[in-house]
């Protein structure tokens, strides 16, 4: 009960990214047991355990601003990697059988 109390606002935050972490792998294997595993899946598991444990990183300033920005970047388009590429390969084989 002691650790609680002698929190400051950085640790509060970091203990709460690493219970993130701990609930999004748990909430990743329950949501590929009923819909299966595909890329959707493992995306949602990477993001929900990686953006915390950057977070942490960050507040440790483990990582510098410069690699920072780079991690960030790299978690961000490895997220949206797949937008919008099932609709664009739709409405090409729409507009090729007109």
């Known amino acids: 009960m002691d650790l ?3 929190l400051d606002v950085k640790g509060a ?5 690493a219970a993130t972490t701990a609930i999004g792998a748990i909430g990743s294997l329950i949501y590929a047991a009923k ?15 990686i953006i915390p444990i950057v977070l942490i990183l960050a507040l440790e300033k483990t990582l510098e ?3 920072l920005g ?3 970047g790299a978690v961000l388009g490895f997220v949206l990697s797949g937008v ?7 409405a090409k084989n729409g507009d090729e059988g007109a």
């Not at 995306?43 to 355990?49: C, E, N, T």
């Open 70 to 72: 780079t991690v960030i």
């Open 35 to 49: 819909r299966g595993i595909g890329p959707g899946t493992i995306k949602l598991a990477g993001a929900v355990m």
């Open 4 to 6: 609680i109390n002698n």
């Open 84 to 90: 919008g590429g099932a609709g664009a390969a739709r």
């Open 65 to 67: 601003p410069s690699t």
């Open 13 to 17: 935050i970091e203990l709460t990214a």
